[in-house]
Nanobody, 123 residues
Framework: QVQLVESGGGLVQAGGSLRLSCAAS????????MGWFRQAPGKEREFVAT????????YYAHSAEGRFTISRDNAKNTVFLQMNSLKPEDTATYYC????????????????WGQGTQVTVSS
């Protein structure tokens, strides 16, 4: 079993920054990719970013590229999402997820999910 706990969400003005964290426990953290997804009210959960198990390869959704940075600290079993230049359309609940495969952008590829952290960007 894997437990994922997100933190770092909150209310921020447009143009501001937030750093999300996801602490993992219950398995070997470094054995697969980690990902961030988000879900806005009335919309499906969508991919934001993923990072491979070594932290050497990352991939972003078009909406996140250039503004968000995913990283991980395997020694601390934690993955991060640094979000800069936030926009009102970034408002959503953000979820981290883990998978045993090398890199994944599809929601169905992930095995474990956190409970989410709310990010609200005001205009």
């Amino acid at each position: 079993q894997v437990q994922l706990v997100e933190s770092g969400g909150g209310l921020v003005q447009a143009g501001g920054s937030l750093r999300l964290s996801c602490a993992a426990s219950g398995r070997t953290f470094s054995s697969g990719a980690m990902g961030w997804f988000r879900q806005a009210p009335g919309k499906e959960r969508e991919f934001v970013a993923t990072i491979n198990m070594r932290g050497s390869v990352t991939y972003y959704a078009h909406s996140a590229e250039g503004r968000f940075t995913i990283s991980r600290d395997n020694a601390k079993n934690t993955v991060f999402l640094q979000m800069n230049s936030l926009k009102p359309e970034d408002t959503a609940t953000y979820y981290c997820a883990s998978t045993f495969i090398e890199l994944a952008t599809q929601r169905d590829s992930y095995d474990y999910w956190g409970q989410g952290t709310q990010v609200t960007v005001s205009s």
